[in-house]
């Protein structure tokens, strides 16, 4: 009698998967962090764009959030565009020396270099908004309040270096200004407008009746 066939042996018991691990969620921003992203990305879009290429959905691209949320934040496209260009301003104004805090004359404005070669759009943005009040007259008086900010703040800064003042002179320097800006955004050469803040500075030393720095022309 041949012996009977080995039976088989079940297999052993698979090990149940394990799911994988998966990484936690970044943390998400701060009301004030989504909302500065939000108006960073504005800015970089009218650069490129132009204010006709600003609207909700371009922004939320430019911003890679959805475009329900640019409503949440503002409400109006107008309301995007002012507290773009009021973000714009307060950095600018911080950014560019313009009111040092050293209360020194050499450091005033020396940082305007600095400003458009890291923010080139926030500046932009404020040239962009005063060709779009040419078109567009209910924005005027925004594109007034954004310059004559600009030549309080300036007026402020020649008070406290002791330069009298009536007016006339905060608007020039400002002009100036805002010229050389517009000038780097065009010829992109940070260097020469250092230089032109520099001899700014050295006529400003004049009407405070400073010595010229050592070296100055």
Known sequence: MEPAPPTSQPAPPTPA????QTAPPPPRPSYAEGRDALLDAAARVVARDGFAGLTYRAVARE???THGLVGYHFGSRDA??????????????AA???????????????QLPDLVSNAPEAQVLQFELALEARRRPELVPEVRAL???YVAVTARTLDALGIADDGPLARLVFAALDGLTLQ???YDRPEETAASVAALQSLLRLAAHEPPLPGAR
């Open 17 to 20: 998967a394990q799911p994988a």
């Open 63 to 65: 911003a890679g959030t």
């Open 80 to 93: 995007l565009i002012e507290a773009a260009v009021a973000k714009a301003r307060g950095e600018a104004i």
């Open 96 to 110: 560019s020396s313009l009111a040092p805090a050293s209360g020194a004359l050499a450091d005033f404005a020396a």
């Open 147 to 149: 310059y004559d900010e």
């Open 184 to 186: 780097q955004l065009i």
